[in-house]
Nanobody, 117 residues
Framework: QVQLVESGGGLVQPGGSLRLSCAASGFTFSSSTMSWYRQAPGKERGLVAAITAAGGSTTYLDSVKGRFTISRDDVKNTVYLQMNSLKPEDTAVYYC??????????WGQGTQVTVSS
């Protein structure tokens, strides 16, 4: 059974930090591109950051470059999103995605991140 379980969300003040985790099981994590997406109320879900298999390449949304870092641990089958200097506009539900092109595409249930004073 495939599972992607996000954790680490919560309420944080502007300028604060959070680290999101996504624990994966049921598929070949090490062969998968892992990504974080987010969806704010009334907006479409969009890519925040992605990391290819073996961590060879990373991609970031322009507005989070220099503040967020995606990483992966292929032993723990976990992908992380370190979020620093958080802003109110980062408030959203954050989703983890694991995919291998033309083979599978899995999503987690999401974790809420709220940046507010």
């Amino acid at each position: 059974q495939v599972q992607l379980v996000e954790s680490g969300g919560g309420l944080v003040q502007p300028g604060g930090s959070l680290r999101l985790s996504c624990a994966a099981s049921g598929f070949t994590f090490s062969s998968s591109t892992m990504s974080w997406y987010r969806q704010a109320p009334g907006k479409e879900r969009g890519l925040v950051a992605a990391i290819t298999a073996a961590g060879g390449s990373t991609t970031y949304l322009d507005s989070v470059k220099g503040r967020f870092t995606i990483s992966r641990d292929d032993v723990k089958n976990t992908v992380y999103l370190q979020m620093n200097s958080l802003k109110p506009e980062d408030t959203a539900v954050y989703y983890c995605r694991g995919r291998r092109r033309n083979e599978y595409d899995y999503w987690g249930q999401g974790t809420q991140v709220t940046v507010s004073s």
